[in-house]
Each structure stands twice: as C-alpha cells, then as structure tokens.
C-alpha cells in the first residue's frame, strides 16, 4: 500500500507542480496588464478592472473546451483509442475557432453598452472601451489555446503548457510595457500586448499537438459535433452560473465608487491567481481520474482521488500562511493609491483563508470532471453562485459594506462548494459516471 501511495503521489507531483507554474503563468497576462496601468491612474486601474472582469467572464465560460478535452482525451487514451482522442481534438478546435469569432463580433458591436451594464460610468468608460476594443480581438486564439491546453493536459503532459505559457508572458511583459510607455499608447496598447501573446500560444500549442496524436480528418462533423455541445453543455452552465455571480461583485463594487472598483480587482487578480496555483492538483485529477475510469480501474480512481483532496488542502494552506506574510507589500506593487491599498488590507485575511478551501474544492472539481460528472458540478455550482454569493453581495451593496461584505459574499460560495464537493466524494457515484469504454466520449470523424 506505500509502495502505491507512494507512486500516486509521485504523479500527482509530476503533473500538478507544472500545472501550478503554468496556470499562474496564464493570469499574469492580466497581472502584468493591471501593474503596468495601475501607474497610469486609479481611473485607467478602474477602467481595466471592469474589462478583466468582463473578459473573465466571456471566456472562463468556454472552459468546458479545457476541462471537456482533458477529461475525453484522458478517458479515450486510457481505453487505448488514440484515433477517437485526436478526432475529439480536431472537433473540439473547430468549435472553438466558431465559438470565437461570434464572442469577437458581440463584444466589439455591443462594447458601449457592456461596459455601462457592468457599472462603468464618467470618465472610466472611455479607457474602458479602448481596452475592450482591442482585447476582443484575442478570442479567436485564446479559445483555440484553451482547447489546446486540453490536449496536452489528457495526454498527462502538463510541462509542455508550462513552457508554452513562460514564452507568451515574456513576449506580454514586454510589448506591452513598450506600447504603454514609450509609444504611448495606454491602456489600448496593454490589450494589444495580450492580444499578440495569446495568439502566439495558440500557434505554438497547435503546433506541437500535431505531433503528438494521429492526424484525424480534418471535416467538421455535425453528429459528432452535437453530442460535443450536449456533453458540455452542464460543464457550461456550471461555470456560466459561477462567473456570473463573480461578474455581479465586480458590478456591485464599481457602483461603490473607482477605489473600491480598483480595490476589488487588485484583490480578486491575486486570490484568482493563487486559486489557479492550487488548480494544478485539479488538473492532476482530470487526467489520473479520467484515464483509470476509461481503463475500467474505478477502485484506483477512488484511493486517487482521496489522496489529491490531501494534497490539495495541505498546499491551500501553505499558500494562506504566505499571503498572510505578504499583506503589506504585495498589493503595493499593483498600485500606490492609499484608498485602494487600505481597502485591499480589509478584505485580505478573507482572501488568505479562502486558500485552503479553495485546494479541497478545486481537487474535487477536478476528480468530477475526469469522471465526468458535469451534471452534478453544474447543479452544486449554481446553487452556491445563485443562493449564497448573489445575495450577500447584493446585501452589501443594498447596506454599504464595502469591499468586506462582497467578499464575505465570496467566502459563503466557497463553502458551499466544499460542502457539496465533499458530499459527493463520500456519495462515490461520481465513480460509476466515467465509463470504462469511454462510450461516453462522442465518436467523431
């Protein structure tokens, strides 16, 4: 029994520590974005918190194109099917490349009046729409990524996406800093920064998928395509229902005022990050979870998934002593506006113990989706978003409590996830979702 504990847990290191890597590499696209602005200005900070939140939503939304392509990809190759595996693949890009440029067409046409729904007001909105504008362009790529990440993540190769991800934020820091800066062209330039490096990884990633997997025909297929969608389709709504209550905290606090705004953002930006840092042993678990369920090993899945919860609170709560550590100057270096920082400093042991929870929910986040129990992650979600988030934020706007009472908002939909998770983990039918045969898995090609 060592021996095997000891074995699981050298794979679970193995694809969790590069997945943290990578995964807190993808949101210092926006980090970068909000150090470098937050000198421009509160109003431009402001301007850039409401875009990102915006942005956020749009395209966490699509991340059933990940988590659906890991879990299939993973269950598939542990049937032993590569063919079916690059088939979903080359579907799943397909969809994403359609899904993309719709989501381009409706931001830039519907720009003005997204930016005002969400609170934007004075001289915030034109800043604003000049960051929208140019980062909707980045749909397309960002989508076509997000599938490719996928790939590699149920292939268990979570090292290739570290590196890919190291080179596309060197590339953002860098020509964004050149095109806010010298050529001066503020928060616009911040957008077409991201906007090159996003599209940079998405031509990297398809590249080196390509070698990787058999080469599928490369027609759509409508079948197959359709049962794509209905698969996903709670995978969608579960994060759908999760960002819209995250997009109503951003609303609920830019109608508190631009410091509170911008206060909100520097805070939701580091705890986002650190939340995808313990997303790594999430990942971890698609990929194991799903490859023993497709091999018929749901015994295997069970001791696995028990050992990642383990690993998962242990790392939530080094991250929460190191915050705790860090409360002075972290938030410094997004901006130097005292308003800001003070209200940052209210909220920030909330942030710091919403850690180890977030490393037991997003493990069992993980195991669900390798087995493939999306039906349950969207109905557990959406009761947390709708029935505990939405109304404590909605209560602190309705009774002035500031940034605190959005993010006590914050703590009861962690916890109710934790409580649910946990429920199902001891419920154990999540094991009998993922299919020995993979048959669950849409034929494609």
């Known amino acids: ?67 659906g392509t890991t879990a299939a990809v993973a269950r598939l190759r542990g049937a032993g099917d590569d063919e079916r595996a690059a088939s979903y693949a080359l579907q799943a890009l397909w969809l994403a490349l359609g899904l993309g440029i719709v989501v381009t067409a409706v931001l830039l046409a519907g720009r003005v009046g997204i930016l005002r729904a969400m609170g934007a007001s004075g001289d915030v909105v034109a800043p604003a729409v000049a960051y929208l504008q140019v980062r909707a362009l980045g749909a397309v790529p960002l989508l076509v990524s997000q599938v490719g990440h996928g790939i590699f993540r149920g292939l268990k190769d979570t090292r290739t996406p570290l590196l890919v991800s190291i080179v596309v934020n060197v590339v953002n820091g860098a020509v964004s800093w050149v095109l806010i800066y010298p050529l001066g062209y503020g928060v616009a330039g911040a957008a077409a920064g991201t906007v090159l490096a996003e599209t940079l990884a998405a031509v990297i990633l398809l590249g080196l ?70 997303d790594g042993f999430a990942i971890a678990a698609q990929a194991m979870i ?105 209560l602190a706007l309705r009774f002035d409590w500031g940034l605190r009472g959005i993010w006590a908002g914050m703590g009861a939909l962690m916890l109710v996830r934790l409580g649910a998770t946990l429920w199902r983990l001891r419920d154990g039918r999540w094991a ?11 034929a494609a090609g």
């Open 209 to 278: 998928a390509r070698r990787r997997l058999p080469t599928p025909s490369a027609r759509i297929d409508p079948v197959a395509m359709r049962e794509m969608v209905r698969v996903s389709w709670n995978l969608f709504l579960r994060t759908a229902a999760l960002l819209c209550g995250l997009l109503i905290t951003t609303a609920v606090a830019a109608r508190m005022g631009a410091v509170t705004v911008a206060a909100h953002q520097i805070a939701r930006e580091l705890w986002s990050m650190l939340a995808l840092v313990l």
């Open 1 to 67: 029994m060592r021996r095997a504990l000891g074995s699981s847990d050298r794979e679970i290191l193995r694809l969790a520590l590069p997945a943290m890597a990578a995964l807190a590499a993808d949101p210092l696209l926006s980090l970068v974005d909000t150090a470098l602005v937050g000198r421009l200005g509160v109003t431009q900070l402001a301007a850039l918190g409401i875009d990102v939140a915006v942005f956020t939503t749009v395209f966490f939304g699509f991340n059933f194109l990940t988590y």
């Open 432 to 442: 009998r979702v993922g299919p020995s045969s993979a048959r669950a898995v849409p």
């Open 290 to 394: 799903g490859t023993a369920l497709g091999a018929g090993r749901s015994q295997l899945a069970r001791t696995e998934a028990r050992r990642l919860v383990w690993w998962g609170l242990g790392a939530g709560v080094f991250i929460a002593f190191g915050y705790l550590a860090l409360a002075g100057p972290l938030p410094r270096i997004f901006t130097a506006d005292e308003g800001a920082l003070e209200q940052v400093g209210d909220v920030w042991l909330i942030v710091a113990l919403l850690q180890p929870i977030g490393g037991i929910v997003f493990v069992l986040d993980g195991v669900l989706m390798g087995a493939g129990d999306f039906r349950f992650l969207f109905w557990s979600t959406a009761a947390a978003a709708l029935g505990a988030l939405l109304p404590v934020a909605l």
